[in-house]
């Protein structure tokens, strides 16, 4: 069955062959919350290492990469079904790339592809602050402001697809890429 | 007082609260104690009061909800001024603390 995808078509495509892949799976030791952060730190140390020549690139690459994959990984770890969180990333072409594939339900599906229909006829920086706005005034978790900041504060591309319908089990693939600066070692 | 776990710590000297570390919690829950810390001196009547954080690392999206829910919470007090002071040392700093900006232009933001 062809996906539905959202965000930028030909991200959604894109091989990431010769990449590194982390794969997160529930077992013995609990996939949790703080794996996310773990995660996302090895990436970032690992990935901004080409960088280390300049100590302000190198921040910005490390800084990048991290709230970036945090981002992601919090999501899958946060909205996913029992199962395994696959990772991958690498950097091609001055850019960091990181796809995240993991399973959600169909109706944390049909909300969120909800969201990212708002998202594709809207400027995200002013629907960062109206997300904030109804957060602000919400008891509910503000869904959606990690996303809005990555397109608003970092000028993220991304991409979501969405395979299956079943109710219970959607394959949610993002992938996303964000600019790293102009030198390094690679 | 003072909120911490092993990679973060939040505390209040007078009117101006510190923030150190790296903020990864999981969503406003998580984050419930310290809104409510702040929140609490924002209402303690200073005329001015000061987010400091340029011991600020790391703020997961669910943190910067928290920075602007309690932007949106000085907003509403009408003539508290609120500085924050930032570093560019952090570059989620310069990235998303002028969000605060629009929200309240009031907002002193001093970034160094």
Same mark, same amino acid.
């Not at chain 2, 911490?4 to 790296?22: C, I, L, M, T």
């Not at chain 2, 303690?44 to 703020?59: A, D, M, P, R, S």
């Given at each position: ?8 078509? !030909?991200?959604? =495509?894109?091989?990431?062959? !010769? !990449?590194? @892949? ?48 945090? *981002?992601?990984?919090?999501?899958? &770890?946060?909205? @996913?079904?029992?199962g ?9 072409? @001055?850019?960091?790339?990181?796809? &995240? ?5 169909? &109706? ?5 592809? /909800? ?9 995200? =920086? *002013?629907?960062?602050?109206? /997300? ?13 402001? =990690?996303?809005?900041t990555l397109?608003?504060d ?6 979501w ?8 089990? &959607?394959?949610?693939t ?13 | ?16 609260? $510190? ?11 998580? $984050?419930?104690?310290?809104y ?13 009061? %000061?987010?400091?954080? %340029? ?15 309690? %932007? ?14 930032g %570093?560019?040392? $952090? ?14 232009? #009031?907002?002193?933001?001093? #970034?160094?």
């Amino acid at each position: 069955m062809t996906p539905t995808v959202y965000g930028i078509e !030909s991200l959604a =495509g894109i091989s990431l062959d !010769s !990449s590194t @892949r982390l794969t997160l799976s529930d077992g013995p030791l609990q996939l949790g919350w703080k794996h996310s952060g773990m995660t996302s730190d090895f990436i970032a140390e690992v990935m901004a290492l080409p960088y280390s020549r300049s100590r302000k690139d190198y921040v910005q690459a490390h800084h990048d990469i991290g709230y970036l994959s945090n *981002e992601l990984i919090e999501n899958a &770890v946060k909205f @996913r079904q029992p199962g395994e969180i696959l990772i991958e990333a690498g950097i091609f072409d @001055r850019t960091f790339l990181i796809r &995240v594939k993991n399973t959600i339900d169909g &109706v944390t599906s049909s909300r969120f592809q /909800q969201l990212l229909h708002r998202l594709q006829s809207r400027d995200p =920086g *002013e629907l960062l602050l109206e /997300q904030i706005e109804t957060n602000a005034i919400s008891a509910e978790s503000g869904s959606g402001l =990690g996303l809005l900041t990555l397109l608003s504060d970092y000028d993220a591309k991304m991409a979501w697809a969405f395979e299956g319908n079943n109710d219970q089990r &959607v394959i949610l693939t993002t992938t996303a890429a964000v600019a790293m600066p102009p030198s390094s070692n690679l | 007082m003072e909120i911490s776990d092993e990679n973060f710590r939040v505390w209040a000297e007078k009117n101006e609260v $510190y923030f150190d570390g790296v903020f990864r919690l999981a969503g406003p829950d998580a $984050y419930a104690p310290i809104y409510s810390l702040i929140s609490g001196l924002l209402h303690e009547g200073h005329k001015q009061v %000061t987010f400091n954080l %340029t011991g600020l690392e790391f703020l997961n999206s669910s943190g910067i909800n928290l920075l602007a829910k309690l %932007t949106i919470e000085a907003r509403k007090m009408g003539d508290l001024l609120l500085v924050v002071k930032g %570093t560019s040392q $952090y570059p989620w700093q310069a990235k998303s603390l002028p969000n605060l900006k629009k929200l309240h232009p #009031l907002v002193d933001l001093r #970034l160094a």
